[in-house]
């Protein structure tokens, strides 16, 4: 599986637009781009995830830059309790393929 | 629909103990995997199962048996535990395919003396 570039941490003020961004420059064409989140001491959840075309859901939006090498979760009105690490996953097509974490993106949400 | 539940919370072993960490999931999902966490790290896979009879070793399996005897159930052994075993352990569940994303539960402390 490709794997990905994320900063270590960010910060955004509440209310305001989180945007999380991550390189996957070596993915390939069949390999998905996924985004879970980890709230302190909790188990990863599930956000979003897209293979070409731009995704949103009731939680954020997923854009996918047309060369697939970047692409940027966006959490449209923080809140505290978005506060968490971000994990940007690229993860082949298939049954057996397997989800690997990296140290993702520590986002702070402040007051 | 309870998702998927991780029994114990919290556990602490001696050195050279044996035990069970237990993973149920009722959305009958064929996809269940178990993950370690240490401290400032990302997950790392120790096993995965496709299905119920099957299981594969994922990153970091040494030290660790599983058994996948149904398609709810997928438990974690720990034959002879070590310090270098304490860590966070997290179990996850999907449908298969890489359309799905994963379930998690809320983990498994692990402390061994």
């Known amino acids: 599986d490709a794997k990905t570039t994320q900063p270590p941490s960010m910060d955004c003020a509440e209310g305001r637009a989180a945007n999380l961004p991550c390189n996957h420059s070596t993915i390939s064409g069949n390999e998905y781009v996924y985004w879970y989140r980890q709230i302190h001491s909790q188990g990863p959840q599930y956000i979003i995830h897209?293979?070409?075309n731009n995704e949103t859901n009731e939680m954020a939006s997923l854009i996918i830059t047309e060369d697939r090498k970047s692409s940027t979760l966006i959490l449209p009105h923080a809140t505290l309790r978005d506060t968490a690490v971000y994990y940007c996953?690229?993860?082949?097509?298939?049954?057996?393929?397997?989800?690997?974490f990296g140290k993702g993106i520590t986002l702070s949400v402040r007051p | 629909n309870a998702g998927v539940t991780q029994t114990p919370k919290f556990q602490v072993l001696k050195t050279g103990q044996s035990m069970t960490l237990q993973c149920a999931q009722d959305m009958n999902h064929e996809y269940m995997s178990w993950y370690r966490q240490d401290p400032g790290m990302g997950l790392r896979l120790i096993h995965y199962s496709v299905g119920a009879g099957i299981t594969d070793q994922g990153e970091v399996p040494n030290g660790y048996n599983v058994s996948r005897s149904t398609t709810e159930d997928f438990p974690l052994r720990l034959l002879s535990a070590a310090p270098s075993q304490t860590s966070v352990y997290f179990c996850a569940s999907s449908l298969l395919g890489s359309d799905y994303g994963y379930t998690f539960g809320s983990g498994t402390r692990l402390t061994v003396v």
């Open positions: 996953i690229v993860r082949a097509s298939g049954a057996n393929s397997k989800l690997t």
């Open positions: 897209g293979l070409k």
